[in-house]
C-alpha cells in the first residue's frame, strides 16, 4: 500500500544556493527542482542517502568565508 503522504528532504534556497547544490551533489542525486519565482526561492528535493545537514553546513561555511 502507499503512502497518502510522505516526508521528503528537500533544500529551500535561492539561486545561487541552487548552483552551489548542484556542484557538490552527483547529478543523480537530486530527484526534482521547483522554482518559486513570486519568492525567490529554489525548492530542490535529494534521495534519501544524501545528508542535508552535512550540504547545507558546507556551502554555509564557504558562502560566509567570502562574506569576511
Known amino acids: 500500500m502507499n503512502d ?3 516526508v521528503i528532504k528537500v533544500f529551500e534556497t535561492d ?5 552551489a547544490i548542484t556542484s ?4 543523480d542525486a ?11 526561492k529554489m ?3 535529494v ?3 544524501i545528508d542535508l545537514q552535512y550540504i ?5 561555511r564557504l558562502h560566509n568565508s ?3
Do not use: C, T
Open 4 to 6: 497518502f503522504i510522505k
Open 15 to 19: 539561486m545561487e544556493g541552487y548552483l
Open 24 to 27: 557538490l551533489l552527483p547529478e
Open 30 to 40: 537530486i530527484l526534482w527542482v521547483r522554482n518559486i519565482e513570486s519568492q525567490g
Open 43 to 45: 525548492i530542490v528535493a
Open 47 to 49: 534521495k534519501d542517502h
Open 56 to 60: 547545507a553546513d558546507q556551502i554555509n
Open 66 to 68: 567570502f562574506k569576511h
